[in-house]
Nanobody, 120 residues
Framework: QVQLVESGGGSVQPGGSLRLSCVLAGRRLSIYDMGWYRQAPGKQRELVARITSGGSTNYADSVKGRFTISRDNAKNTVYLQMNSLKPEDTAVYYC??????????????WGRGTRVTVSS
């Protein structure tokens, strides 16, 4: 019924670029805050980038200046443009959609992840 589907992951050499996409099916994406998270081997899942329903963005310090999150509400899609990739960016990247997640009646959805590997 409600589904988040990530795509665009793959293997790339250091310094390369990838563009991840996440499509929300079953709901209107425009009302949701959207985020990209990642989980590296042996590490906890961490927030990479977030874009609110109003268009405000924030990034983890480790990716500032290299990654850009954007959204296209007409296509029900959020993107993560990743440039100047480093080996430490290697992780499974997850898409998240949330609506008033900190109050009663709020909701959050997760995608199943797409793998990014940065190595030479």
């Amino acid at each position: 019924q409600v589904q988040l589907v990530e795509s665009g992951g793959g293997s790339v050499q250091p310094g390369g670029s990838l563009r991840l996409s996440c499509v929300l099916a079953g709901r209107r994406l425009s009302i949701y805050d959207m985020g990209w998270y990642r989980q590296a081997p042996g590490k906890q899942r961490e927030l990479v980038a977030r874009i609110t329903s109003g268009g405000s963005t924030n990034y983890a310090d480790s990716v500032k200046g290299r990654f850009t999150i954007s959204r296209d509400n007409a296509k029900n899609t959020v993107y993560l443009q990743m440039n100047s990739l480093k080996p430490e960016d290697t992780a499974v990247y997850y898409c998240n959609a949330s609506f008033r997640a900190n109050v009663e009646g709020g909701v959050a959805y997760w995608g199943r992840g797409t793998r990014v590997t940065v190595s030479s």
